[in-house]
């Protein structure tokens, strides 16, 4: 990322999440979060703007002297952005809005519910650079992933949520979470491996 930063130079910045993957090259969690910081790292002497979610500690702890625009699922004074689960069965369904006002309703292609922080991420950087609520809102909807991630296939038997795109403990336990969630019979979770993880793959 400081190879990146230094070649680009850029005036604002998002990271999205920190989790337990890529611990081999990494080597810790700690490795990981220290890696993703070099973007903060590189924007902190001119006070740029990042973009975040405001309750993700791990972020907020490395984020001093930045201009913060803050999103999130609990609602605050300072949120640029808020938002809230209306449902997951099996698409997420939200509801979003400037500050707390989640005035907005997004039926999404996305599985999870947890894909609302990046949703939100979306929408928070959408407005700040002119994008209206009208087309965040289409652009959010007509959205249709297609590379293993968060996507719902149907077969002629079965439905299945397509979750596999470079799993990590950190993905993998968002996705059997939300996973549990859905209220469907005969329930099954084929899981493949977790590569990248180094010294901790066993554990």
């Known amino acids: ?7 680009v ?8 999440n920190v989790g337990r993957g ?7 969690f700690e490795g990981v979060i220290k890696t993703k910081g070099e973007l903060y790292d590189f924007l902190r002497p001119s006070h740029a703007t990042v973009f975040i979610h405001n309750e993700n500690e791990h972020l907020r702890k490395i984020a ?9 699922t609990e609602k605050a004074d300072d949120l640029a952005v808020y938002g809230e689960v209306v449902e997951c069965a099996p698409y997420l369904t939200f509801r979003w ?9 997004v039926k999404s292609k996305m599985i999870g519910d947890y894909n609302i922080y990046n949703m939100l991420a979306a929408a928070t ?11 965040i809102c289409h ?14 296939t149907v077969t002629e038997h079965n439905r299945l949520v397509v979750d596999a795109y470079n799993a990590n403990p950190t ?8 996973f549990q969630k859905m209220a469907v019979e005969h329930k099954m979770v084929i899981l493949g491996s977790m590569g990248e993880l180094g010294d901790v793959s066993f554990e």
């Open 125 to 135: 950087i959408g407005l700040t650079f002119g994008i209206t609520e009208e087309q």
């Open 9 to 16: 130079e850029p005036d604002c910045g998002i990271i999205t």
């Open 97 to 105: 809005g400037k500050g707390t006002a989640a005035v907005n309703t």
């Open 171 to 178: 993905s993998m336990a968002a996705a059997l979470n939300n």
């Open 22 to 28: 890529h611990l081999g090259g990494f080597g810790s």
């Open 64 to 72: 001093d002297g930045l201009t913060l625009v803050k999103y999130g």
């Open 139 to 152: 652009a959010l909807t007509e959205y249709t992933p297609s590379n293993n991630r968060s996507q719902l």
């Open 1 to 7: 990322i400081k190879t990146l930063v230094d070649i």
